[in-house]
Nanobody
Framework: QVHLVESGGGLVHPGGSLRLSCAVS????????MGWYRQAPGNQREMVAT???????NYADSVKGRFAISRDSFGKALFLQMNRLEPEDTAVYYC???????WGQGTQVTVSS
């Protein structure tokens, strides 16, 4: 079983930055497919960014050039650097481990003046 715990969310003004972290534990294969997703009230959960084992990244069009996904060298932590945040980025952000379709509990990001 894979256990994921997100952290780093909070309230930030438009134009600000946040760095989300996802700690991975349990029975998992390091450097597997992982990603960040988000869900705003009344909306479906959507992909924000994914990271393949070979390092290839994929981003939603709405965050390209502003967000960056990365992982630590041990594959036990996933990160999402979020810059130039906009009110439309407000959502609960989730970390996902693809092999077992495991999800964390989410961390709230609120962008507001």
């Amino acid at each position: 079983q894979v256990h994921l715990v997100e952290s780093g969310g909070g309230l930030v003004h438009p134009g600000g930055s946040l760095r989300l972290s996802c700690a991975v534990s349990g029975r998992f294969t390091s450097l597997d497919y992982m990603g960040w997703y988000r869900q705003a009230p009344g909306n479906q959960r959507e992909m924000v960014a994914t990271l393949a084992p070979n390092g290839v990244t994929n981003y939603a069009d709405s965050v390209k050039g502003r967000f960056a996904i990365s992982r630590d060298s041990f594959g036990k932590a996933l990160f999402l650097q979020m810059n130039r945040l906009e009110p439309e980025d407000t959502a609960v952000y989730y970390c996902r481990y693809a092999r077992t379709n495991s999800w964390g509990q989410g961390t709230q990001v609120t962008v507001s003046s």
